[in-house]
């Protein structure tokens, strides 16, 4: 009989990853079904000049939103007792990084952040609980701005309209995850639940920046009316970004996303727009993250050029 834990952990794993294949394929089947049945008005649609432009304004909106990620990180690597790297450094390694979220097993931009942060002399420990409370600052963020700016959305399910109520639950939940941590292994420092607000910022940010231009792309574009319904739509990108984060496997949450932004999209535009704007958006955050890429290759040979000089 094996009782090898790490054998039990490396099965776990792999049925997650199946499970994740299995959910990116299935997204991947309905969104198919979407084009076949939409393939006439696909065909058909033209962008309008002012739609063109809205996609353009939507990728520099999303670049700056990948810069409030990198604040968040980076105030979090601070917090962790990281002092010695310099701030344009961490926001280069955390550009330089971010593409890898289209690598497929959705966790290579984290390990590569890693790597290169190990390479600029960050500790181990710093850059492993930084990546720790991200992922639960990102998570708690996308949860209370789908509770609270969803409301509209969990009360067309009786049996959810009390999850807006759990927002300060989260949050709290949130702010002591370092106290908690310190509980579990009293080697990690505890970081005071007030100095975990600014990160929490940061990533609430990034959501109602990326909201706004999924907001901004489908009223331009014509496929959602400017409405008080048309702001649920900050609520509908956190709820498809956190599915898509969560799922194994899925890179980037490519398909899964697509997938729940056409679901939650249709009962304010129809299908077919729903579906012509959830590709639109993938297409602004692909253009958002290649845009950031880039500006981190430029800082960095900027800088490289600069010591040269010197």
Sequence with gaps: MNSDP?????????????????LVLLSFFYIGQQLWGYRDTLLTWRPSTPSIAALGLGVFIYTLANFALSAAWIRLLRLCGEHSVKQRTLTRIYGKSQIGKYIPGNIAHIAGRHAMGRTAGVSHAHLALASIFEIAGLLSAALIITLIGGNAITHQFDQLSWLPITAPLILLVYLFTPWILHRLRPGVTPVSPALMLKPLAYHLLFFLISGAALMLIGIVAGKIALSMESALLLSVFA??????????????????????????????????????????????TIGGDIAFYILSLLSSNTGKKSSQNA
């Design 239 to 284: 709820i498809s970004w956190s599915i898509g984060f969560i799922t194994p496997g899925a890179p980037s949450g490519i398909g899964i996303r697509e997938a729940i932004l056409i679901l939650l999209l249709t009962p304010l535009s129809g299908e077919g727009p729903a579906l012509i704007l959830a590709l639109l958006f993938r297409l602004v």
């Design 6 to 22: 790490s054998h039990s952990q490396t099965s776990a794993s792999r049925w997650l990853s199946i499970l994740g294949a299995l």
